[in-house]
């Protein structure tokens, strides 16, 4: 059973003037996991923008907001076929586990500029 759903588009400029302005922000919102796509993938500022997009998608789809978690308890990495997938850590993962969240779906595309990503929270049944 769906929880809800959420959908989230992000300016890819605007994501690369945020990194230009404050490099910080990749390791304050991105694991280390995170990261390693991201480098693997020569850092490319799409990348980056469905990722970010990915986890405010994630938050809506949950019907929280970013609300007593951070963006980084939101992982979004690849699976071997390139499928972006969901890991929750820390007060995320608790969150969701007093909301019955099972999985979350996840799928991320850009264009030239924009990025967006749409997520949907399954239930446990």
Same mark, same amino acid.
């Given at each position: @059973? ?6 989230? !588009? ?5 994501? #690369? ?13 991105? =694991? ?8 693997? #993938?020569?850092? #490319? =500022?799409? =990348?980056? /923008?469905?990722?970010?997009? %990915?986890?405010? &998608?994630?938050?809506? /789809? @949950?019907? =929280?907001? *970013?609300?007593?978690?951070d963006l980084v308890d939101i992982e979004? !990495? ?13 007060? $995320?993962?608790? *969150? /969701? !586990?007093? @909301? ?14 924009? %990025?967006? &990503?749409? /997520?949907? $929270? @399954? !239930? #446990?049944?």
């Amino acid at each position: @059973m769906i929880l809800g759903n959420g959908v989230d !588009l992000v300016e890819i400029q605007r994501i #690369k003037e945020i990194i230009e302005r404050k490099p910080r922000f990749i390791n304050r919102f991105f =694991t280390k996991n995170e990261y390693k796509i991201f480098e693997s #993938k020569g850092f #490319k =500022t799409e =990348t980056i /923008a469905g990722n970010f997009a %990915a986890k405010e &998608a994630v938050v809506k /789809a @949950m019907g =929280t907001g *970013v609300r007593g978690f951070d963006l980084v308890d939101i992982e979004v !990495l690849r699976d071997e076929m390139g499928k972006p997938y969901v890991v929750l850590h820390g007060r $995320a993962k608790a *969150v /969701a !586990l007093g @909301m019955n969240v099972g999985e979350i779906h996840l799928s991320i595309s850009h264009s030239q500029t924009q %990025a967006v &990503a749409f /997520a949907i $929270a @399954m !239930l #446990k049944i």
